[in-house]
């Protein structure tokens, strides 16, 4: 029998497509890399009855990145990252080992169905699927096809049946296209933020952002918002006049005003035309209009539009609500979400849609009434051909989907109702007066027909009091006129919502990309979401995009950003050349880039107003091991240490606290140590400032603390503190923290794993020996006479912190035994796993003392 490879997205849709494909008859098992799951039925494809092996990815399976020695910042010139550099394609995530487990399942099979979603990122995953099984599938006859590509919107029985009924081929134009975005992301903005973080970081001391980072779409949406920022700042408020006049007839409440002039912005001209007014009493109405007018039913909804709502109605961010989005998309509660389409094809049930939701009280009434009276046509609107619509596909309730996942959907299902209702009805009465020689008027509006804002009730018709009933010559009298002054307000910061409008309307950015940009011009600090989700730039936000306007304002505004979308949709149209647009668009940033390198110091200068040199910020902390004077620790991020008289910066650990360690010094170097810690309930260790940005053996890396430093005679080392393999991750080795007491810990130098141990212990040493059983250090532990938890009022115990008896109860192990297989009895066999034969389990250090101390001497 034949077998055919189906391959999804994410693991949830395989399940779900394989269920409806199967009519749930399938078995599942797990896959090699744990995340993936195979679904396995029998069924007929092509007319024979073949094997289904229905898995997936998790989402891309390759990132793109420069091949090794062009990651280094500090040996590689930004410069050479546009053509120079290569670039590979890496395993997005090598946990999961996609490619391995691709292979495993794909070897023997005869055909492949791509499940992927249906976008062009989707269109790019089939390719990096087919990349990674082509050369393990078994070779069918020359002539006979074996790829296909499945398109469906919707996870639902018909949806899915159609696709797998019209089985089409990859796009590899569309792959294409995706392919040079990713690239031309990579090369621009790699080059652009590595130098300018290079530069600025180096020069000052208080800009708070880890990454001053530049990405050719992130900085116009950046652009947008400082924009917006220097409108606030430049506004003069100026002042101005209106007449505003009260009046009434008989018992009528009071009708307030407006004046037909509106605002006249001189005084004296105010003045003169209030004292016009005031000459009568009287208010004589000249003409009475009614119309009635129609609030449109909006258009069927598509990605932006339900970004825009969910940041300004539902308070979410826009990346948010796309993750909320996409699970009610793999869940098949709601059609694919992300489209540009808000126009439904002519085929689309949209009855049968409609009647799903029958049964939910909040819009039962509404939905029958409209089955019986029939739908209404939804609007014509722009059709982008990717997908229908964003349309609920199945009926959900509120405990079902959780709260942020039912007030979107909620909002998803009253969108498609409207669509399918009546427009909203109103009339408009607007009554003209004449005070005097000046107009004024007032108009209200009276509901006719709610329509569609039944189900979109924030969309209504506000109910005002009724207008008085009046004609032509009647009479009111003026209770009251005056002459108010005002001043014209400046505009607000921009708000989610209309900086998504923005986006789309200068063409940057896709509806996948647009929550993405957002996101990351929050997450590195230019700018802040305030109250009523308004995007307020900071300092260096600001700054920023100032400088860049300074040095060529292309590289700010949307204009280049927008003709290369252009450009990467004719790539995947097929009407442009994949290479062409790449070499052109690189070749433009290129210029850019060395412009930008040469008139860096026009920024500079922009930079020096705002932010302090390094020299001068930070607070004394410990001492450099070259001059012996105090070095400064700068706590904006990253957290460094600056020596001035060395003129030296120094990285440490991030997101922690550190203060000094003890006074103590690195016995290599001379550096006072400090301590980084990253909170009460977590780790801390000490760390050498110098060895941390130098690493003074071959097998250390860059950002090691003493946790990790395998120096051989050092008292703060891993040598002299490790005591056994960590408990959760293969190649970590739990540390004691030496100031722990009394609370006594041990923390793995590679994963997040704290153990507690030995409360109220007065001391906690690492001893010479090690544990028969596990290999693991002992540990000397001495408590007070009083409070000793010890059996027979003992005071001081040696022991193996896995496996002794007496330690048993005062060691938090949570998942010890998964390693140290003799820890708490059960019958484990004596000798461990034989994971790693010296001392302290498998440490990474030098074989032995007199290798170490030989690489220390080199
Ligand atoms: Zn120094
Ligand atoms: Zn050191
Ligand atoms: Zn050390
Ligand atoms: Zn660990
Ligand atoms: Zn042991």
Redesign the pocket.
Known sequence: MRTVLMVAEKPSLALSIAKILSKGNCTSRKGLNGACSVHEYTSSFQGQTVRFKMTSVCGHVMSLDFIGKYNNWDKVDPAELFSKAPTEKKEANPKLNMVKFLQVEARGCDYVVLWLDCDKEGENICFEVLDAIQSVMNKGSVREQSIYRAKFSSITETDIWNAMNRLGVPNHNEALSVDARQELDLRIGCAFTRFQTKYFQGKYGNLDSSLISFGPCQTPTLGFCVERHDKIQSFKPETYWVLQAKVFKGKDSQLTLDWNRVRVFDREVGQMFINLAKTSREAKVDTVIKKEKTKQRPHALNTVEMLRVASSALGMGPQHAMQIAERLYTQGYISYPRTETTHYPENFDLKETLKQHTNNPIWEEEVKALLSTGLNRPRKGTDAGDHPPITPMRAASEGELGSDGWRLYEYITRHFIATVSQDCKYLQTTIDFNIGTEAFSCSGKTLISPGYTVVMPWQGIPLEEAMPACERGDTFTVDEIKLLEKQTSPPDYLTEAELITLMEKHGIGTDASIPVHINNICQRNYVTVENGRKLKPTNLGIVLVHGYYKTDAELVLPTIRSAVEKQLNLIALGKANYQQVLQHTLDIFKRKFHYFVDSITSMDELMEVSFSPIAATGKPLSRCGKCHRFMKYIQAKPSRLHCSHCDETYSLSQNGAIKLYKELR?P?DDFELVLWTSGARGKSYPL?PY?FSNPPFRDMKKGMG?NE?T?PS?Q??LNSLGIGQCVECDSGVLVLDPISGPKWRMACNKCNVVVHFFEHAHRVQVAQESCDACDASLVAVDFNKTRTPLPAGETQHTGCVFCDLVFQDLVELKHATMRHSIHRGGGARRGGRGRGRGRRGNLKKPKDKMAALAAYFV
Do not use: D
Request: glycine share 0%; with cysteine; aromatic share 0%.
């Open positions: 690195c290599l050498c060895c003493c430093c120096h050092c703060h080392s």
